[in-house]
Nanobody, 118 residues
Framework: QVQLLESGGGLVQAGGSLKLSCAASGRTFSTYAMGWFRQAPGKERERVAAISGGGGSLRYLDSVKGRFTISRDNAKNTVYLQMNSLKPEDSAVYYC???????????WGQGTQVTVSS
């Protein structure tokens, strides 16, 4: 069982930056792939970024490439999402997730709201 707790969301103006953090419980954090997902009202949830357990494999949603960076610190059981050049369309609830593979997430956090004003 893995428990995930996101933090770092908030309100920011377009062009600004935010850094999300997700702290995970458990001793096997480094064995899990981690991902950041988002869901805006009336829209389907989409994967924003993902990273393999060792950090060597990364995935990004096309619309965030070059603006967002996912990283992890296995010593701290934490995964991060640095978001730069934010746009109003990035506004959503952002969720952290963990799974045995990048394409298979099993555990989910409660989410943190990100709002980008124009």
């Amino acid at each position: 069982q893995v428990q995930l707790l996101e933090s770092g969301g908030g309100l920011v103006q377009a062009g600004g930056s935010l850094k999300l953090s997700c702290a995970a419980s458990g001793r096997t954090f480094s064995t899990y792939a981690m991902g950041w997902f988002r869901q805006a009202p009336g829209k389907e949830r989409e994967r924003v970024a993902a990273i393999s357990g060792g950090g060597g494999s990364l995935r990004y949603l096309d619309s965030v490439k070059g603006r967002f960076t996912i990283s992890r610190d296995n010593a701290k059981n934490t995964v991060y999402l640095q978001m730069n050049s934010l746009k109003p369309e990035d506004s959503a609830v952002y969720y952290c997730a963990a799974g045995v593979m990048i394409t298979s997430m099993t555990y989910w956090g409660q989410g943190t709201q990100v709002t980008v004003s124009s």
